[in-house]
Every structure is written in C-alpha cells, then in structure tokens.
C-alpha cells in the first residue's frame, strides 16, 4: 500500500508531464511546486481562531493535475466519482477521475465553457461564455439551450450559476469573454448592462439586476433565503453583495458582506453548511499587491469577516465541494487543479 501511495504521490508532483504525453497540457504548469511534508500544512492560514476547527489537522493540499490554461468552473459529479472542471481557452471541459486519479477530456468544444452546476434533478448546467448562452446537459447526453438572449438581444458572457430551492438557475452575464479572443470570440456587447437573471422552472428567463459592474460569482446561503453577488468591476475595492431573496425571486436588503481589501480580487465562491464563504482570491495586479500572500482561497464567516487563507502558487478562480462526504474542496486555480479536505460540508449539494 505504500508503494501504491507513493507512485500517486508521484504521478500528482509530475502532472503536467503525464498530462503533456496525453495532449492534454496547454503547455503552461507551476511546476516548482511540492506539497508539504509537515502537518499542519503551512498553505492553511488561521486568521482567526474560528476558523482552527476547520482545518484538519493532517490534512494537506493536493495539487492533482496541472498543465491546463485556465481553470474555471468545477462541478462534483458524486454518483459517478468524477469533477468536472473548464478550461476555458482551450473550448474544453475536463474530467478528473476520484477512482483513477487522472484527467482526461469530457467535452471539446464546449462553448468556451466557465462555470458549471448541477441542477435539482442532477443534470449539468453549464455557462458556455464563449458561445454567450446557458444550457443544460440533459442525462441522455443531448444539450438544451436555457437562455441565450434578453429582450431580443445576445447575452454577454454567461460567467457562473447557482440553482435556488425551486429550481429556478440563477447566472451572471458580464462581458468578460467577450472582450478577447482568448477566451472566445470578441465581439461588442449588445445589451449596454452587466446583468443577473433567473431562468424559472418553466423556462422563463427573467432579469433580476441591472446594476452591477461585471457581476461574477454567485451562491447561495445554506437556507438559500440570502445570495451573494461578487461585483468584479467596483471600484476601488471588489464587493461581494448579499440580498434577501423573496418567494417570488425578488431581492431586497441590498448589503455589503465582503470588502475584498488589501488589493484582493474575488472571482468564484461556494458555501459550506455554517454559511461561511469559500472566495477564490487573488492579485488584483497592481504593484503593492503581493500574489505569494494573496493567490489561493480566502474564507470569510457568515459577518464578512476573513477568517482563513488556503495559500496556493497561482490565482484561484472558482471552487467547489464535493467527496464521498462533501468535506473536500476542489480549487480550479489557474494551470492546475488542487483539493484539500476540509472540517465542513458544502451547503446545498446534490
């Protein structure tokens, strides 16, 4: 059993190589990074002592595939083992395997896919941003089309999702993909606001917010009665909003719930089960702002407050939860996949 834990060990360190043979690598990888050897990982930060019963003891981050060029979006698929995550500039999507520990090519193309969900009846919902429309994957393998424009105009960029008690999938549509060619084709945007909106169970498209600059994380609370908003575009300082969400989808008590200081920049989010916020954090660029202190993932408790800090070598855009017990976190961060088992549970998984 040793020598089995070793070679994978082994197989997760030369990653990128492995995935390099298999065409799989954009050719770009961190590769100067090792785990840590010692508990507690160090890459786990205690900020406040609230965030100590979170962290397990012996448990360290796992670096388990590099070599892509923009991760975004992961998804855990539990019945079948498997994450789901995008690699945005390469139109595609990747699978890696919990049983076999290896990543492999689930969809190509994939609309320029960013961010994924799982809706109440299990089935992958996806925001193609490249291709500026949400669809669904149905469990027959076909894909409907949920919403691809607003009052006869194309959507932006569908950036990330989040699926409420009734149904109904909520989406963010800056226009970020649409601004290069990089992560899909350039083109001018056709509405002139950076939008919310809820597709109902019926279909229904509806628009929930107009006011925002570049809307882009989105998740809900463990009761599901409050959302959070991260607003990527405010100025000076990165936001994530709260809002009360009504019966009928309406959003009142707009609030601050995290002011992201200290020239962090706040990209994708997930809750856990006591309403903390998991943040996919960052540099913002600017030349005081320290990527070493800030790339990784930054918690914060159900007041705003940072309590924790998971430390990674690169930028983490978007996370997840999943695992057999839904306690180990799945951070897609730039070139690589990394994951951590946690003392929580994710809040309203499959």
């Known amino acids: 059993m040793d020598e089995i834990i070793d070679r994978g060990r082994r197989y997760v360190l030369r990653g990128g190589v492995a995935m390099a043979a298999m065409g799989l690598t954009g050719g770009r990888a961190a590769a100067d990074w090792a785990p840590s050897l010692r508990y507690p990982d160090p890459a786990i930060e205690i900020l406040e002592p609230e965030f100590a019963p979170y962290r397990i003891f012996n448990s360290s981050v796992e670096r388990l595939a590099t070599g892509f060029d923009w991760m975004e979006g992961p998804v855990w698929f539990g019945d079948g083992r498997y994450l789901l995550v995008s690699d945005i500039p390469n139109d595609r999507m990747i699978r890696w395997d919990e049983v076999t520990g290896t990543a492999s090519e689930f969809r190509r193309p994939s609309g320029w896919s960013n961010g994924n969900i799982r809706d109440l009846e299990g089935r992958l919902v996806t925001c193609e941003g490249g291709m500026r429309r949400v669809t669904r994957t149905e469990h027959d393998g076909s894909v409907t089309v949920l919403a691809d424009a607003y009052e006869g105009k194309r959507l932006n960029s569908p950036n990330d999702l ?103 920049a706040l990209d994708g989010m997930a809750c856990d089960v006591d309403g903390n916020l998991w943040c996919g954090w960052g540099s913002t660029g600017a030349p005081e702002a320290d990527p070493e202190v800030l790339d990784g993932v930054r918690i914060f408790d159900p007041s705003g407050r940072a309590i924790g800090h998971i430390h990674l070598p690169e930028r983490c855009a978007n996370l997840c939860f999943g695992g057999r017990h839904g306690n180990r976190l799945f951070m897609a961060a730039s070139h690589s996949l990394y994951a951590v088992y946690v003392n929580t549970q994710g809040a309203n998984l499959p």
């Open 162 to 264: 989040a699926v409420d008690g009734e149904g109904a999938i909520w989406f963010t549509d800056p226009p970020f993909q649409i601004s290069n060619s990089y992560e899909g084709e350039k083109a001018e945007p056709e509405i002139d606001f950076h939008g919310v909106y809820r597709i109902s169970p019926d279909g229904t498209l509806e628009l929930v917010l107009d006011d925002l600059k570049g809307p882009n994380g989105i998740v809900f609370s463990p009761d599901r009665q409050v959302i959070y908003i991260v607003e990527g575009r405010a100025a000076p300082d990165r936001l994530v909003w709260a809002y009360d969400v009504g019966a009928d989808g309406t959003l009142a008590n707009k609030r601050r719930h995290v002011v992201a200081t200290e020239h962090g």
